[in-house]
């Protein structure tokens, strides 16, 4: 029998998308350390500024060959693959809190807890932060239903105000569709009490069509 001097070349890139893959996710969590560092400190002015010097110097690693702005970056796939670096789900971003995304019986449900970089009221998640989580598993519910869509409406509302450090649900559905048209619900509980609703969403996504994906999204690969 013969073992294969080379790994074969699927096998390779595999393992290389998975080294790039924990890297970008380890760096995102030190991130995610330092954002929320940085808004509950209450250091000097001097440490403060020691830590800018020290930012900026990490910065200057992080130059060299960047991604263009239609991109999909190769740790990614699009639509319906990781994405390492968005705002809600992604492992390597600074912004998400992040996201853990599972199927239910009949839609999606997110696992997350907010922290002071995503305040609003003292004590409370932004508004804004519940429409983003709302809007990315709404419009992860239509790729997990099969109908991939953009987000033309998205009606909010606040019932309860969202608490920071606590752990959420944040839920999906698609509920119909006409045409293009794809219809969704979603709404934010905590995970302790999942049967009250703090915000709730309804949303209307519309499915592009082929001429409208291939000029809004040119760096999408072909197998996607
Ligand atoms: C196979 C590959 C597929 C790839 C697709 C990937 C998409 C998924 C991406 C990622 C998934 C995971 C990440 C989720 C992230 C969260 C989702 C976001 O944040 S998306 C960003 C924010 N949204 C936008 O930037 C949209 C901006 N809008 C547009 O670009 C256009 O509106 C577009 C292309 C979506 C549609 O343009 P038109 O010209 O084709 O559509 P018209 O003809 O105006 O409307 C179609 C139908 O929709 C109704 N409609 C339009 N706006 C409406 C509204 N506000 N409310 C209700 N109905 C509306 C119209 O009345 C019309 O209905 P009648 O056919 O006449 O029955």
Redesign the pocket.
């Known amino acids: 029998m013969h073992t294969p001097l080379t790994e074969p070349p699927a096998a390779a890139e595999a393992e290389h998308l998975e080294r790039q893959r924990a890297a970008i996710t380890r760096l995102g969590h030190e991130l995610r350390a330092l954002v929320e560092a940085t808004v509950r400190t209450a250091a000097s002015h001097d440490t403060l500024h020691r830590a800018a010097d020290g930012v900026r110097h990490v910065t200057g690693q992080l130059t060299g060959r960047r991604r263009a702005r239609a991109e999909v970056p190769e740790v990614d796939g ?2 319906g693959g990781p ?1 390492m670096y ?1 705002p809600v789900v992604g492992a390597g971003s600074p912004l998400a809190p992040p996201v853990h995304i599972t199927p239910t019986d009949d839609g999606l449900i997110g696992h997350c807890t907010l922290g002071f970089a995503h305040e609003g009221p003292p004590g409370y998640g932004h508004g804004g932060m519940s429409a983003m989580l709302l ?2 598993l ?3 519910a ?2 997990a239903a099969g109908t ?6 998205l009606q909010m509302r606040y019932h309860q105000p969202i608490p920071l450090e606590t752990p959420l649900h944040i839920l999906g559905r698609v509920t119909g569709t ?4 794809i219809f969704v619900t979603g709404a934010i509980t905590t995970q302790a009490d999942p049967s009250t609703n703090l915000v709730t969403a309804d949303g ?6 082929p001429d ?2 291939r000029a ?2 040119p760096g ?1 690969r072909e197998e ?1």
């Open positions: 699009f639509p994405r968005s809007d990315e709404m419009g992860q239509c790729t991939p869509g953009l987000t033309v409406s006409n045409n293009r048209k209307v996504f519309i499915a592009p069509d409208q994906v809004l999204f999408m996607a």
